[in-house]
């Protein structure tokens, strides 16, 4: 009887070489197949942003003394120009989302109401964070192109230089007299920073986003202008304090298709 360990042949010594391999090989298969239900990731989708304006949902018509601030003034509008910039979309936390748009964006509430704000990343936004008017690093004198809106815009160099963040003017009723305004805001330290609220879903479809500028709002919460012994504004920390203040929820916002 030969007791002796039987020697494997070649067919089998390849084969068992190979197994190792073909295992592996199966199990690179399966991990490179897409699980059920997975699909390409939603692309960024151009955004356009228009502005509106109204008066507690009364929509602004120029030249025509018919709104009402809080103090109790009927009042008119004659001229609406403001610059928005560093605009941040916000999520349910309230945390900003890059990019952030920088702008600036200088509105006329006259004739210039429509921006693109490029591509934006898609997702279910709870509102947006902007500042009205113009960041720091743009409030300097001859920062922005030399074009004639931007002049006009121009914050006097003896106080201060920079830019207007914005120009609101018209007249009001002072005990039954017509009378002028102008709410003019400037200066860094009188810059608003508005929050926004309202749903905004962006599914990677070209949308509009439509801020809505309630007027009223300049005027009332947290305080409530007096325009008799605030006509002008420019020139006076306390007011622009006021207004900076009172600017912060002046907008809405919506997505509309």
């Known amino acids: 009887m030969d007791t002796r360990t039987p020697h494997p042949r070649l067919p089998e010594i390849v084969l068992l070489l190979a197994l190792p391999l073909l295992v592996a090989l199966?199990?690179?298969?399966?991990?490179?197949?897409?699980?059920?239900?997975?699909?390409?990731?939603?692309?960024?989708?151009?955004?356009?942003?228009?502005?509106?304006?109204h008066a507690d949902g009364v929509p602004l018509l120029f030249d025509t003394v018919l709104y009402a601030t809080a103090a109790g003034h009927t009042y008119s509008v004659s001229r609406l120009e403001y610059y928005i910039t560093a605009i941040e979309l916000l999520t349910a936390d309230s945390t900003d989302v890059e990019p952030v748009v920088a702008g600036p964006f200088l509105v006329n509430a006259r004739n210039t109401t429509t921006f693109d704000l490029g591509p934006l990343p898609p997702g279910n936004y709870t509102g947006v964070r902007l500042?009205?008017?113009l960041t720091p690093d743009l409030n300097l004198t001859g920062a922005l192109p030399n074009t004639l809106e931007n002049v006009n815009m121009a914050w006097p160099d003896?106080?201060?230089?920079?830019?207007?963040?914005?120009?609101?003017?018209?007249?009001?009723?002072?005990?039954?007299?017509?009378?002028?305004?102008?709410?003019h805001l400037g200066r860094n330290e009188n810059l608003p920073t508005c929050h926004a609220q309202g749903g905004l879903l962006l599914d990677g479809s070209a949308r509009t986003l439509v801020a809505r500028f309630n007027m009223n709002e300049v005027f009332r919460t947290p305080h409530t202008y007096d325009l008799s012994t605030g006509s002008y504004s420019m020139g006076s920390m306390m007011l622009m304090g006021l207004l900076r203040d009172n600017c912060a929820d002046v907008f809405t916002v919506a997505i509309e298709p």
């Open 26 to 53: 199966s199990g690179c298969a399966k991990e490179d197949e897409d699980p059920p239900g997975t699909a390409d990731p939603v692309q960024p989708a151009t955004i356009t942003l228009r502005l509106e304006h």
């Open 131 to 133: 500042r009205l008017g």
């Open 158 to 183: 003896g106080m201060g230089g920079g830019y207007h963040f914005m120009k609101f003017e018209g007249h009001f009723l002072n005990g039954g007299v017509p009378t002028g305004y102008a709410i």
